[in-house]
């Protein structure tokens, strides 16, 4: 099976593995709420971390990664980008983009690798994100993670 075969949690170990950053994927029951999968997990909503594929004009996309109770500060984000024009895509489009479905998504075994940007308020913790199935949750350290993708760090969101 090559890693385009795998499925979901599968997917995000072996791309965990292949760049040396470890995860601890649990099992978890459905929330309600951002707050109510918290508590399921024994966290704060700012340790949960959305990660949102924003597609830009020119169709190619980028991870965003914002904690719970933020949102992406799109004049922010625009400009960090260099872009003028950034939107959410609809569910068959972000599933296209990364291989997993919305609630679902993890910049770990997607599809295409495209760049991460993560909100400068994630770094120095262990986070809880996606873990390409429903049902599971992945915990990381958020700085091995910004190692492990180069990604860009900055300020990117504003509270919700």
């Given at each position: 099976?090559?890693?385009?075969?795998?499925?979901?949690?599968?997917?995000?170990?072996?791309?965990?593995?292949?760049?040396?950053?470890?995860?601890?994927?649990?099992?978890?029951?459905?929330?309600?709420?951002?707050?109510?999968?918290?508590?399921l997990m024994g966290i704060?909503?700012?340790?949960?971390?959305?990660?949102?594929?924003?597609?830009?004009?020119?169709?190619?996309?980028?991870?965003?990664?914002?904690?719970?109770?933020?949102?992406?500060?799109?004049?922010?984000?625009?400009?960090?980008?260099?872009?003028?024009?950034?939107?959410?895509?609809?569910?068959?489009?972000?599933?296209?983009?990364?291989?997993?479905?919305?609630?679902?998504?993890?910049?770990?075994?997607?599809?295409?690798?495209?760049?991460?940007?993560?909100?400068?308020?994630?770094?120095?913790?262990?986070?809880?994100?996606?873990?390409?199935?429903?049902?599971?949750?992945?915990?990381?350290?958020?700085?091995?993670?910004?190692?492990?993708?180069?990604?860009?760090?900055?300020?990117?969101?504003?509270?919700?």
């Amino acid at each position: 099976m090559t890693d385009g075969e795998l499925i979901g949690a599968d997917r995000v170990r072996a791309d965990a593995a292949a760049r040396g950053l470890e995860v601890d994927i649990i099992e978890r029951p459905a929330a309600g709420s951002l707050e109510e999968a918290a508590e399921l997990m024994g966290i704060t909503p700012a340790d949960i971390v959305k990660s949102l594929v924003v597609k830009r004009s020119d169709d190619t996309y980028v991870f965003a990664l914002v904690p719970g109770g933020r949102k992406i500060s799109w004049p922010k984000l625009r400009a960090l980008l260099g872009v003028n024009k950034l939107q959410l895509p609809d569910a068959s489009l972000a599933l296209a983009a990364t291989g997993y479905e919305r609630g679902t998504i993890t910049p770990l075994g997607s599809t295409t690798a495209w760049p991460v940007v993560v909100d400068a308020t994630i770094t120095g913790r262990r986070v809880s994100m996606g873990a390409g199935e429903h049902g599971r949750s992945l915990f990381v350290d958020a700085d091995r993670l910004v190692d492990a993708f180069d990604a860009t760090v900055a300020d990117i969101t504003d509270p919700e």
